[in-house]
């Protein structure tokens, strides 16, 4: 009996062992990520916030969108990310129609300068002296100072600096009302110191490694006062001659970095949103900022604790003064004020479309560049990303594949201005193309700079924009070195890759024009976005 009883406790011990053999305990999953959609400029502090998250026992993850497809992402009403990071308050107050944002703190602040070498600040008299937007406009006028500046509608930096303007222009209002942005001297003003930019891009970090790249060529740029300490601390190390910044008395704006939450309703998430913000907020985080360049400090108010060895006086920096930003606008002012821009107020381009149309396109490659091109060109859609076309823009295509499929008639894949029937009929001819053949993204190149070096006018910001899926097997690479070492070499090449595209045929055609290389392998639209925020 005992026998028995002993016989059935070991067998109800061997199922429970095969049973858990079979079914082994599971360990519990990792908790998922705080997901944050940031401006650029925060991406060195990444590191930093990376680790403080794992010493609490979860990670983070942080993707980088531009200001404008930050904003766009809130007009969606459909945001996957747990928070927005933008450089400025700008962008949540333009794009947060549906009211998603939760706790927005402002986590450090930049001024927005008009970074000069100080050899010509000095020459202008501008040293330790109060410059105003009129002061600025007359010297770029003159052609006293050449400088660079990001894109309003693609970047912080930009729209920040274009608003600060226009507030002068306007005779510093409280705030800019619609009636303003239509005032003949605003918009005459307005149009003339854009109109003096002699180079732009979609990025302000981008810009400032342009900058650096490029000194003999500029004189100044429009960036983050953090962007400039940045810059200099390079400028000196190269034996260069540093940046002094200018702050605009009467159109001066103040990047505020907010952290925002979107409530997605997990508590968690939610928890762990607001101790990493009461971190970024902490005496000792905000301490390391201002090692960075950083103010940490409210809008307006001095930075005592400053280090002149990052805040350097002899840089133009006063960390003793009192800021006096301007006031941003409300939503429908600043949409409006971006549309004309656009439309009216920019330097206009002259683009040269170089598009890939080889036998490896066939299918999902080519209705994707067909897409991209659509949205370039359909002003309806391209409103939609603050990309339509200017009156006095320049729009040329040429389509390649191992021959320049319309070189006899290239004057007929061009248009000038920004008449939407005619930028269609442009898409039109794209659309009725096939892809079939081999690839020659040389003698293309070659072939767009020398077409835009004829249709392009002073007036204008020249760029070409090459998209590829392959590698060249029948152009000559030679040929368009040389011509490209032969000219003055001011147009820049952004090209986007997609598919197989081989980096190394063309990174040295953008490294020698000093233009860019965007991935398009998963999403050949928003590269296209990307590269055309670039002119």
Aim: with cysteine.
């Amino acid at each position: 009996m005992r026998y028995h009883r002993f016989s059935q406790g070991l067998l109800l011990l061997l199922v429970i062992a095969l049973l858990a053999a079979c079914n082994p305990a599971q360990p519990a999953a990792a908790p998922a990520a705080l997901t944050i959609v940031s401006g650029s400029e925060n991406q060195p502090l990444q590191p930093m916030i990376e680790a403080w998250a794992s010493s609490q026992g979860y990670s983070i993850q942080i993707t980088y969108l531009g200001s404008l497809d930050i904003a766009r992402l809130l007009q969606s009403g459909t945001v996957t990310y747990d928070a927005v990071w933008p450089a400025n308050r700008l962008w949540i107050d333009y794009g947060d129609t549906g009211n998603l944002v939760k706790y927005d703190e402002s986590i450090m602040r930049s001024p927005v300068v008009f970074a000069v070498k100080r050899s010509i600040a000095d020459k202008l008299g501008w040293i330790g002296k109060d410059v105003f937007m009129a002061d600025i406009l007359a010297a770029t006028e003159a052609g006293k100072i050449r400088f660079m500046m990001t894109s309003a509608t693609q970047s912080n930096s930009g729209a920040s600096f274009y608003f600060g303007a226009l507030s002068a222009f306007a005779g510093r209002p409280d705030v800019l009302s619609p009636d303003d942005l239509q005032k003949a001297d605003v918009k005459e003003k307005i149009t003339r110191i854009l109109g003096t930019i002699n180079r732009s891009s979609g990025s302000s970090g981008w810009l400032k490694d342009l900058f650096i790249q490029q000194y003999d060529r500029y004189d100044a740029m429009v960036n983050y006062e953090s962007v400039m300490i940045d810059a200099n601390v390079a400028l000196v190390k190269a034996g260069q001659e540093p940046l002094y910044a200018i702050y605009p008395v009467d159109g001066l704006t103040i990047a505020d970095s907010p952290l925002a939450y979107i409530d997605h309703g997990d508590k968690q998430k939610e928890e762990r949103f607001l101790a990493l913000q009461k971190h970024l907020l902490s005496a000792e985080v905000q301490g390391q900022l201002l090692q960075l360049g950083r103010r940490a400090t409210l809008i307006g108010v001095q930075v005592p604790d400053a280090s002149a060895s990052v805040f350097k006086p002899e840089w133009g920096i006063d960390v003793n003064r009192v800021l006096q930003p301007i006031r941003f606008p409300n939503r429908d002012v600043i949409g409006e004020a971006l549309n004309l821009y656009q439309i009216a107020f920019r330097k206009p381009s002259c683009t040269a479309y170089v598009l890939d149309f080889s036998g490896s396109m066939v299918d999902s490659g080519e209705a994707d560049l067909k897409q991209a091109m659509r949205t370039l060109l359909d002003q309806t859609l391209a409103n939609q990303y603050l990309l339509q076309g200017h009156p006095d823009d320049v729009t040329s295509v040429i389509v390649f594949n191992n021959t320049v499929i319309n070189e006899s008639e290239l004057d007929k894949w061009s248009v000038k201005g920004n008449d939407a029937d005619q930028l269609r009929q442009l898409y039109v001819k794209i659309d009725a193309l096939s892809a079939d053949g081999g690839t020659n993204i040389f003698d293309s190149t070659r072939l767009a700079l020398q077409q835009l070096a004829k249709k392009r006018t002073k007036a204008c910001l020249p760029a070409v924009i090459l998209m590829t899926d392959g590698q060249d097997t029948v152009g000559n690479q030679g040929a368009l070195v040389q011509y490209i070492k032969s000219t003055e070499n001011d147009i820049p090449v952004f090209a986007i890759t997609f598919g197989a595209a081989d980096e190394s045929q063309l990174t040295p055609i953008t490294s020698m024009t000093f233009g860019r290389i965007f991935n398009g392998t998963k999403d050949l639209i928003k590269a296209f976005r990307e590269a055309k925020g670039y002119n």
